[in-house]
């Protein structure tokens, strides 16, 4: 009885030629597949339109052996009635299991919609191990981060907003003494030039400080700040800033107490002497009439400076904010009860830049301190 190799034996070139023509031919609809299957409303579909073509494949392969006499023609009906049985059974499997992709497809999609509409809370919810559950997981993460940037934008804008109104109020006030001030004098009408003239160059003063103060905190924030280092005595730093505001607080009837021990540290004395005036200012303004405002070196361990004083200390609403940018305990903005709301959050920004810490000391009155490595 001849065999199917007796025809391929037989046949050889035609044999050659039909097994390169059904290469050619399943290359082509792979292809043809790959461009038409994307066009589709579904996944299913798509798995449907593949098992549709791998089952018209076999057919024709069938058929192509019944020719060249491999698969005896008796057989080929048959082996076609089998195949279509087959694609019956895969269809029925395939629009089974794809089920979960359908739907983790379609949660891809709201959820994608969601997140357009503004929604950050929105997760997809899918577990897979797939590519499906790996784009799932990338987009959960890219919601997260999206609110993270989203609450960082909001939390810059309402700064920037507070930074344009302080500064705008903060400019007014002295912009506008100094503009009477000129016109009383150009008019002729100030009473006593000198004392005019005493006032607007306060005023003068304020405006560069706050100018001076914007730019070093802008420096400060922006990594922008450059700090020659060398061997600093905290206790000289204290005793300097003590006499530079020594008549400030005398107007006040303030008395200055300093009192500790030396601590070298490693750093600018500039920079740290502002930070003492900073402390120092903010709590004579705050301290009553007629009390001590004390300042404390301790060079045991890491070197601490503390400023205290017995005023009414701070609002307990006011602590953990005390070290932002404009934060100020007294929400008028009034020159005569506080500064610009930058002191506090250009020493935290100094102190932090020579790797210590700054904080507010849970105790009666006010009470600030700030330590420094001694390396």
Request: charge should be negative.
């Amino acid at each position: 009885m001849a065999t199917g190799f007796d025809a391929i034996d037989a046949h050889p070139v035609e044999t050659i030629a039909s097994a390169l023509a059904v290469l050619l031919l399943t290359a082509g609809i792979g292809l043809a597949l790959r461009s038409a299957t994307v066009r589709l409303w579904s996944l299913r579909a798509q798995l449907l339109a593949i098992s549709l073509a791998g089952t018209l494949m076999g057919a024709l392969v069938a058929w192509l052996l019944a020719t060249a006499m491999i698969l005896e023609e008796s057989q080929l009906v048959p082996t076609l009635a089998v195949l279509g049985v087959t694609f019956v059974l895969a269809a029925v499997v395939v629009t089974i299991a794809s089920a979960s992709l359908g739907a983790a497809a379609h949660r891809l999609a709201e959820t994608v919609a969601a997140i357009e509409g503004g929604d950050r809370d929105v997760r997809t919810g899918i577990d897979r191990r797939d590519e499906l559950g790996r784009v799932a997981d990338a987009l959960d993460q890219l919601t997260v981060r999206l609110a993270t940037l989203e609450a960082e934008r909001g939390r810059l804008d309402a700064e920037r907003a507070t930074m344009l109104s302080s500064i705008s109020h903060d400019l007014r006030s002295p912009l506008a003494a100094l503009s009477a001030a000129i016109e009383a004098m150009m008019d002729g009408v100030a009473p006593d030039p000198d004392r005019y003239l005493r006032s607007m160059r306060a005023d003068v003063d304020a405006l560069t400080s706050l100018v001076e103060d914007v730019f070093l905190l802008a420096s400060i924030q922006g990594g922008r700040l450059d700090l020659d280092r060398g061997s600093v005595d905290l206790l000289e730093c204290c005793d300097e800033a003590v006499e530079a505001l020594r008549p400030t607080a005398a107007a006040r009837g303030i008395d200055l107490a300093l009192r500790g021990s030396r601590a070298t540290v490693p750093g600018n004395a500039r920079a740290l002497g502002r930070v003492v005036r900073n402390l120092l200012d903010n709590a004579i303004r705050h301290a009553p009439e007629g009390s001590v405002v004390e300042i404390s070196v301790d060079g045991v361990g890491t070197a601490r400076v503390t400023v205290s004083d017995t005023g009414a200390g701070f609002p307990d609403d006011f602590v953990d904010r005390a070290f932002d940018v404009w934060a100020r305990a007294d929400g008028s903005r009034n020159r005569s009860t506080g500064g610009s709301g930058l002191g506090l959050a250009i020493a935290h920004g100094l102190v932090d830049a020579h790797g210590g810490r700054i904080w507010i000391e849970p105790a009666p009155g006010g009470r600030v301190a700030f330590e420094l490595p001694h390396t």
